[in-house]
């Protein structure tokens, strides 16, 4: 099932027993399990009936105990698991359980159990455990420009944004196939237009950096050969040349999914002096390290959207430490 499906399904009134969100891509997880939290927790005690756990530091008994309990003054509760399996690949009680857990939440009937996993092996007794009733809602990166043009289409839609002849293609062409940064390019240029006009190409020109004239890859150089020094100093002169924080972290998103998909044994496309850099740069973290690094870019992002106290540049400086490291 893909996202759009999930809306549909919601939209009809069809709530299932389990999810499974799974893919790389943050934003339409986070988008499929808002859509869910919206229709699940519809009144009531909210803070009782609402449970998220981390794979990572919860059990199997607690991911059983959570799904069997039964609403508090509500129709429906709702379990979040994250990550069932542990980063580290240690431990596979939790990602276990969930066999049980999916059958559970069938049975009880009140209890929406979702989880969200950037990454799944599909041959896996607990991913196959997510089939009728239960589905997966596959959340992976747009693999062409149709997909992303779609996204655009619909995200502007969403925002009540009308494009003019041309204008959504140099969107995509300027800020590239990161669906977080075109979302907030999309907000910006909502607040540059007037009642019910179409952004123009001459608007996104002006409106929008060209990512490409910046020097985003002297950063991720810099990061990705493990230099937090040089790191600073290339964001530093980034940001004082007026790039917008979300154009860095979707070019640190683009990066660091291009390093995974090569720790992961795939290919990248490009020159051969940037593959080879590329794998060089790959070879320096584990495949739990890589995710763990796009979700500090995720956690960082919603700290920017207003979920933390720091300001956007020690946010992002505290980011790129940590990336380098």
């Known amino acids: 099932m893909t996202p759009d499906e999930l809306r549909a399904e919601i939209a009809d009134g069809r709530l299932r027993p389990a999810y499974l969100l799974a893919g790389e ?3 339409l997880r986070d988008d499929a399990l808002a859509a869910l939290r919206g229709a699940v927790l519809t009144g009531g005690a909210v803070d009782f009936n609402f449970d998220r756990l981390e794979g990572d530091a919860t059990t199997p008994g607690a991911v059983l105990d959570a799904v069997r309990t039964l609403p508090v003054m509500a129709e429906r509760r709702l379990v979040v698991l994250r990550e069932p399996e542990n980063r580290r690949g240690t431990a596979r009680g939790v990602a276990d359980a969930l066999i049980e857990a999916v059958s559970a939440s069938a049975d009880v ?3 929406v159990l979702v989880v969200m996993a950037a990454k799944v092996d599909r041959r896996a007794r607990w991913v196959k455990a997510f089939s009728e009733p239960a589905v997966e809602v596959r959340c992976d990166p747009p693999r062409g420009k149709r997909e992303v043009v779609a996204f655009v289409r619909r995200e502007a839609e969403r925002q009540g944004v009308a494009f003019g ?6 969107l995509i062409e300027r800020t590239g196939p990161q669906l977080l ?7 910006k240029l909502a607040l540059m237009t007037e009642g019910d006009a179409a952004v123009s190409e001459s608007q996104v020109a002006s409106g929008i950096s060209d990512l490409a004239e910046e020097p985003i890859w002297d950063l991720t ?3 990705g050969s493990g230099n937090p020094a040089h790191a600073l100093v290339v964001l530093g002169k980034l940001l004082r040349s007026g790039a917008a924080p979300p154009l860095v972290l979707g070019a640190l998103v683009s990066h660091f ?3 995974l998909r090569l720790s992961a044994g795939g290919s990248v496309s490009g020159p051969p002096f940037v593959v080879k850099k590329l794998e060089s740069q790959a070879r320096r973290y584990s495949q739990g390290r890589l995710l763990s690094c796009l979700d500090a870019i995720h956690q960082t992002d919603l700290s920017l959207k207003g979920a933390g106290a720091l300001r956007p540049e020690m946010a992002l400086e505290r980011l790129v430490l940590g990336l380098s490291g």
């Open 165 to 170: 002849r041309g204008a959504a293609e140099m």
């Open 25 to 27: 891509e943050a934003l």
């Open 109 to 111: 009937g009140s209890t």
């Open 257 to 259: 999914r291009r390093l």
């Open 181 to 187: 940064m075109l979302r907030q390019e999309i907000a």
């Open 221 to 223: 150089d810099a990061i």
